[in-house]
């Protein structure tokens, strides 16, 4: 790590693929903090600590807003929807166009978030798809013990501590509840990051009503599932995530055949989580592409 970049905002060429593959190792829960700090030290260097790399490669909040809560064009609020299991409500962020014709209705969008609960980032992905046109909704998962705690690092501890199929089945439900919402089209896709990307990828399997999905770097379900899945899929894949891209080409035969509808993009030279514009892993360039990428495909499935 170059330790004179700290005056401007941090990239990935500020780093070595090495601390960054093992940041994604740490962030996604395969070896402890404790382990990322001891293995991160050899990146130490000057008055560089371990503790001082991880807070570089970790989301700066203050980055996470590329349109506002009070954008005159759209309109946000915090709703609740009925857990499945009837034990408690999920709270999620709800957002609208302001200028709707009645007579063509838009979609609806449920954005999934990574493996941290509903934070500022998700928050305005949900934002931006409002801004392009569509009703769009984020769930917290993180709902049922108190929801998202302010940091990622917490919010990840926590969502470790679920029960996944009670969680994966609190986004099933956000997917219900915009089936049934007044004032779209009748036509609902998803889009999800990382551990979302995952969930929109279950949720095709789930749901053939589906009308789209466009998964970013998530797992991938068992191939003899993929039999199920009617959405037009966008697969978002990062060239240097070798532990999602490992899991890509049995799901990519399956697609083939099974002769389902999809495009896959894999952007060169960037990495796991390259969307996200708080961490230095962000890629502006190929960001706004995939961006441009996902509200195309959704306008071309989710139209009237």
Known sequence: ????????????????QDLLDLYDYYAHGKISKREFLDRAGKWAVGGLTAAAILGTLSPNYALAQQVAEDDPDIEGEDITYQSPDGTG???AYLVRPIDIDPDNPPAAVLVV??????????RDVVRRLAKAGFIAMGPDGLSSIGGYPGTDDEGREMQATLDQEALLNDFFAGFEYLQALDGTNGKVGATGFCYGGGVVNRLAVAYPEM??????????????QVANIEAPMMIQLAALDQRINAMWPPFQKALEVNDKRYEVHIYPDVNHGFHNDTT???DAEAAMLAEERMVAWFRTYLAS
Do not use: C, Q, W
Not at 6 to 14: I, M, N, P, Q, V
Not at 113 to 122: A, K, M, S
């Open 89 to 91: 409500e999920i709270s």
């Open 280 to 282: 230095p892993r962000y």
């Open 211 to 224: 009308a789209a999905g466009v998964p970013f770097y998530g797992s991938f379900p068992d191939t003899e």
């Open 1 to 16: 790590m170059n330790k004179h970049a700290s005056s401007r905002r941090l990239t990935a060429a500020d780093f070595d």
């Open 113 to 122: 978030h990574e493996n941290r609960g509903l934070n500022p980032y998700i």
